[in-house]
Every structure is written in C-alpha cells, then in structure tokens.
C-alpha cells in the first residue's frame, strides 16, 4: 500500500498501488498549505497506506517568494560581504540592468563575533567559517554557545550542509539552508502530524533533488537538499520508462501549469549537478540537472513594448488559474489556446474535478488578439507557438549545449500539459519520437514510487599524481555506508586541469588507480567542452559518495497496462497550422496494446491529453506508453 503525492505550483498529483491496482488523482494545489490539497487528495485514495512519499515545491516557493526566516550568518573576519561580493561573472552578460538578486541576510546580520549578540530576533542561524571543511570544530563550538544561549533557533553548518571548497558558493548553499529550514521545517511537521492523524501512515519520506528519498526529520535539516523535489520525480519515471521501452537516451520533458522541466538522461541514469543556481543563488547541492523555464499551461500571453506576443514566464498558477477554469481568470493562456484549438475538449473536466468552459477561452483570446490585430484562431495558434520555441530552448540547453545530440533522444512527454506540445517539439529538433508514458499526469507521483532511499556526501580535497585519493574515496564512501546499511555505493571524484576554475565529475572507485581516472577526466572534458588536453597534468579536488536503497516498486509495477472501456471516441473539429480539419478522438484507458493512431487525432485520459499532429503515428507499447513518430 504505497502512496505518492507531488505537489505543484497548479495541481498536486498521486499515484496510489496496492500490489495489484492502481489508482490516481489530481487536484488544485492549495498554495496557501500545501499539506491541505496533499491530505485530501491521499484521504480520496486510501485510509491507510504502508509507505507516503511526497515531492513538495515549499523550499523552492519560501525561496522565490522570499518569505524565509530572518537568517544571522556568522563568518570569519573579513568575509562578511562574500554572499554579496560573489563573482566576476553577471547574471546576463549582455543585459546591463540585469542585477543579482538581493542577499538573503542583510548587511547588519552579518557578523564574524557573537559576543553580547540577542538571538531572539532571528530565525535561523548560518555558520560558515574559513576551511570548515577541512576542520569543522570550531563551527561546532559556535552551534553549541547558540544552543546554550537559549534562543531555540535552528543552526546550518556549512561543514555539514556543504563541506567543500570555494568559500562564496559553500556559505551561499548554507545561508540558503538555514533561510528555508523553518518554513519547510513547520510545513513537514504540519503534515506529518496530518497524515498520523488521519491514520494514513506512521512517517512521511521526501524526495530528494538528486532523485531519491529521505525521510521527512532529514529534509527538515537540510531544506537545501529538496529544493528540487518535485521534479526529481518525474526525471526518475522518465529514466525508468525509457529502460523500459530499451531507449538508452531520452530527454525528460515535464510540462506542468506553471513551469517546464527538462533533464537529459543516459542508460536510464539523470545527469546530476553538484552546483546549480536556484532563483540566481548557488546551491552546492547533488541534484538531477533540470534546467526549468516559466512556460506552462497557464503561462500568460502577453504583449511587449515592440507589440510583439509572448508567453510568460507569469503564470495564472492554481488561482485563479487559466481563463477556462472559471475562477475568475482573464489573461489569454496555454491552455486556453487549446482548448480554443479544439486539442481540449469543450467541455473537459480536468482530473475529473474541474470542468472547463470554452466561451471563456475564446473571450480571453479575443481580448488579446484585438490588441494584435489577430483573429482568435491565430491568437491561440500564436501562443502556441511562441511557448513551444521557449520550451525547445530549453530543451537545447540540456542537449546541445552540453556536447550531447539530440537527434538520437526520445522526448519522454508528460505533466498536465506535456502531451499537447510533445511531437511540435521533438519534430523542431529532429528528435526520434516521442514517448507519452502511461499516468503522464500524475508522472512525477509516479516516479516517487520508483525512487530508492538515498545518502550524499561530499568532502573536498586537493590531490596531484593520485597519493591519498584511495584513501580520501574509501573514508567518504564508508561514512556513506554509515548512514544506510545494504545499500549501493558509487564514488565519484571533481577533476579538473591544473590551474582550471571548474571541474568535471568523473566516476571512480577506489583501487582503480590515477592513469584510469585521469582517462575518462579527459574523454568527459572533451564531450563536455568540445576538446581535451591529455598531456596537461590534472588534479582531484573533491571526492563524492552516493549510496542508494531499494525502491518502493519497480518498472514492472508501475508500467502495468490493462485497457478497460471503449477507445474509439468520435470526432473533433480542431485548428491546425494548415488550418481547420478533423481529428478523431480516443479514450487512453481503452486503447490495447498495439493499437495504432494516426494524426490529427486527440487521445484523452483524466489527468491529461495528448495531441497526435497530422503525419505522425502513435502505437501502445506493452508499457501502455505511446510512442509517437512521423
């Protein structure tokens, strides 16, 4: 009896199995508290589960939202400003009145001396002192004179949280930590104690960034470490119904209502970051690399001051959503344009709770087409367009932009919205196909389910010609071990040419000796940066250990397919770029294995749709995936 639920910024989706069905749900994210959609939705399922597992977006909306707690850093003399000195490098190089953003602790709440200092004012406590990494005691010494002063406020350590070299990123992901762990830290408990109380389960686990799981008293610790949360779940399924289908290269593509996620994933194995910048602040923290873009069902369109359309990254979000929701929405959206294509129902009724009306959409479209000089139809047509060429940027980020081809990767499509603009996508790039998985709604929940309990640590060192790296490899990967017993370790080690200011994360394990490592440094470097230099000497500068557990269920449980109901639908006038034709119209649900769809045609499921253009063909895997060409 396994629950998953994945909260985001428009709906809050689960994904219920109990050993034999499965069953699943979406619904309006409560964005006032998340824990209220997350205990109804899992109330509607189940009254008691084994196993909750949640994604949550609360670090991420306490950060861009700026409403974490009032945070005192403590550093050594002289490093007060590092937060706000930063780099040389600028937000936007060609853009001059593009600004970092602010640092999360003002000037005054930055001191190197706690002496005769009142705690009570503040939040939370950041420590982050000189080469803490190398010797963390006298950090310890100031959490304990916190501790003793009564305060009762919570304390991040830099030689816990981030305990690597480069003293601006390290007290950056620190700061960050301690900013959101009372806000993250109220909202877990608050639903831990909800969940007890309905008598759902006895503990939560939470999903980590890097893809896999942690239990709720850890993510309560070290907020940082979920600020990726809920889209690490959907790169999770997406890896897993790519091994499925034997796709060794696929690119996740999660487009949601308010935001779209993208992560290139490689033998069914998600490319990791271990730095990232979240709303322009480093955090050096392991997670999937996504690269995320303001472009969802509810992305707003809009015109500029040249009077030319865009579209977002401002979101209708949840409430009051896109104009067809009938919650009060008047601003053109997304989803709005599809509906007013015909690719959505008129009359759908989205996650089977939240029927939509297409007279609102056409009002909201016409409204912004008058300002165009647009007729309706090519005022939908348009924002289609103009959101599908932000998401194939986005798109290009992952895959060109780091040595990697997308012409041999499978766009694995899902989220609310990911259907409707999946194949326009993967046919701009000349992808090979695209794949639709099953419960592609509700995919993020889904990949909850596929995620195993997971430990990261990381320990900088600095070594040349291989003398200690063994012995720095084995310390960190058994302190890893430590922490989960029975588990799967991998070490990895931050390489880089002598005198480089970034690394590349290679593979290794300990015994596999300088002349191995520095060989696959060289062939990373070279794929990564479009050349090497194999005569240059090299040099470790950080090792790193992952362990990982078991997962709840496997592939094989979650991608179970059994149609049930009729498949075949009827027909649908839709609007096409060529212009207006008919597309037929399926039940998902219906659909057997080895069935096969022609474009145009609209497949339609509870919790999303999916838009076949004309020339392409869906055929259902034994997975109950489409997988689309053309």
């Known amino acids: 009896m396994i629950l998953g639920v994945d909260v985001g910024g428009t709906f809050t989706d689960l994904f219920f199995w109990d050993g034999v069905r499965i069953r699943t749900a979406k619904l309006p994210t409560t964005t006032a508290d998340q824990s209220e959609a997350v205990l109804a939705g899992a109330a509607e399922l189940a009254d008691h589960v084994d196993t909750f597992l949640h994604g949550t977006t609360t670090a991420t909306n306490a950060l861009l939202e700026r409403t974490g707690a009032r945070t005192l850093l403590v550093t050594s003399p002289g490093f007060e400003d590092v937060i706000e000195i930063g780099r040389q490098d600028r937000p936007s190089l060609y853009d001059p009145f593009s600004d970092r953003p602010p640092p999360l602790v003002s000037r005054d709440d930055r001191v190197s001396d706690l002496s005769g200092l009142d705690l009570r004012p503040y939040g939370a406590v950041a420590v982050s002192l000189l080469h803490s990494y190398e010797d963390p005691e006298p950090e310890q010494e100031i959490r304990g004179i916190v501790e003793r002063s009564g305060a009762h406020v919570p304390v991040s350590l830099s030689s816990t949280v981030a305990p690597e070299f480069r003293e601006f990123e390290r007290t950056s992901t620190t700061v960050l930590n301690a900013y959101l762990t009372p806000v993250v830290a109220r909202y877990l408990a608050r639903l831990e104690s909800g969940v007890r109380t309905a008598g759902l389960a006895d503990s939560v686990g939470v999903m980590r960034s890097s893809g896999g799981l942690i239990d709720a008293a850890d993510a309560a610790a070290l907020p940082a470490s979920i600020l990726l949360s809920g889209p690490a779940g959907g790169v999770v399924a997406a890896g897993a119904i790519g091994t499925a289908l034997g796709r060794d290269h696929v690119i996740a593509f999660d487009m949601g209502g308010t935001s779209t996620d993208v992560c290139r994933i490689r033998n069914g194995r998600p490319e990791i970051a271990y730095e990232r910048a979240v709303a322009g602040y ?35 979000g949840a409430e009051p959503g896109p104009a067809c929701y009938r919650r009060g929405g008047l601003e053109a959206t997304v989803t709005d344009a599809n509906v007013a294509l015909g690719r959505i129902a008129p009359d759908a009724s989205l996650g089977g709770r939240l029927t939509i009306d297409r007279r609102l959409s056409e009002d909201a479209l016409a409204s912004l087409g008058d300002r165009l000089g647009f007729a309706t139809d ?82 900088s060192v600095l070594i040349r010609g291989g003398d200690g790296l063994d012995d720095a490899v084995d ?29 590349v994360t290679v593979p290794y394990a300990s015994g596999d000796g300088w002349a191995a490592l520095s060989e696959r440094f060289h062939l990373l470097h070279r794929e990564r940066n479009g050349f090497a230099r194999p005569d240059d000497p090299i040099e470790a500068v950080t090792v790193r250990a992952s362990v990982t557990g078991t997962p709840a269920i496997g592939p094989d449980e979650a991608f179970r397919w059994s149609p049930a109901g009729d498949a075949r639908i009827g027909v649908r006038s839709v609007i096409t770029d ?42 259902v895997s034994p997975t109950g995936a489409l997988e689309v060409t053309w």
Do not use: K
């Open 578 to 619: 060529a212009g207006p034709a008919e597309a037929s119209v399926w039940n998902r649900t219906g659909l057997a294995v080895g069935a096969e769809i022609t474009g145009p045609a609209v497949i339609e499921e509870t919790e999303a749709t999916t838009w076949i253009g004309p020339g392409e063909r869906a055929v």
């Open 282 to 316: 480093p955090c050096r923290m392991p997670s999937a690399a996504i690269h995320t873009v303001g472009a969802g069902g509810g992305s707003i369109g809009w015109i500029d001051p040249g009077d030319s359309l865009r579209v977002g990254p401002r979101s209708a």
């Open 378 to 459: 090519e005022t939908a047509l348009g924002i289609v367009r103009v959101v599908e060429e932000v998401m194939a940027g986005a798109i290009r980020t992952v895959s060109i932009e780091q040595g990697a081809d997308p012409r041999d990767a499978w766009l694995v499509a899902f989220g609310g919205a990911g259907g409707l603009h999946a194949t326009a996508l993967a046919r701009s790039l000349d992808m090979a196909g695209v794949i639709v998985p099953p419960h592609g709604g509700v995919f993020s929940a889904v990949g909850l389910l596929l995620s195993p309990p997971r430990v990261d640590l990381a320990r």
């Open 475 to 503: 310390r960190i990967g058994s302190e890893a071990e430590a922490h989960m017993t029975g588990g799967s370790l991998e070490t990895l080690v931050d390489v880089r040419y002598l005198g480089q200011s970034h690394e």
